[in-house]
């Protein structure tokens, strides 16, 4: 089964820029559209940027101009470029692999990102 570990969250102040790993198992990464997620406190987890194994690509509109996804196939690793941290990014942010009805992959831990005022 795959599975996917997140990594490069912290602690960062508004304005500021980070950039988030995520690093999947096995031989077909490839083969897989990729997805962050990002989950607040009290709030349902959301989809902010999606990569097709294709390469097309799209965000949430909150995000639009600030984050930019990108996948290294050969490292078997999606990133997730954030500029212009908001506090409202403030959030665990996941990675996944959806198909039609679902995900591929259990959740991971995720990754904290907290953006401060």
């Known amino acids: 089964q795959v599975q996917f570990v997140e990594s490069g969250g912290g602690l960062v102040q508004a304005g500021g820029s980070l950039r988030l790993s995520c690093a999947g198992s096995?031989?077909?990464?490839?083969?897989?559209?990729m997805g962050w997620y990002r989950q607040a406190p009290e709030k349902k987890r959301e989809l902010v940027a999606y990569?097709?194994?294709?390469?097309?690509?799209n965000y949430a509109d909150s995000v639009k101009g600030r984050f930019t996804i990108s996948r290294d196939n050969a490292e078997n690793t999606v990133y997730l470029q954030m500029n212009s941290l908001k506090p409202e990014d403030t959030a665990v942010y996941y990675c996944?692999?959806?198909?039609?009805?679902?995900?591929?992959?259990?959740w991971g831990q995720g990754t904290q990102v907290t953006v401060s005022s």
């Open positions: 096995g031989s077909t990464f490839s083969i897989y559209a």
């Open positions: 996944n692999a959806p198909h039609s009805s679902g995900w591929f992959a259990p």
């Open positions: 990569i097709s194994s294709g390469g097309s690509i």
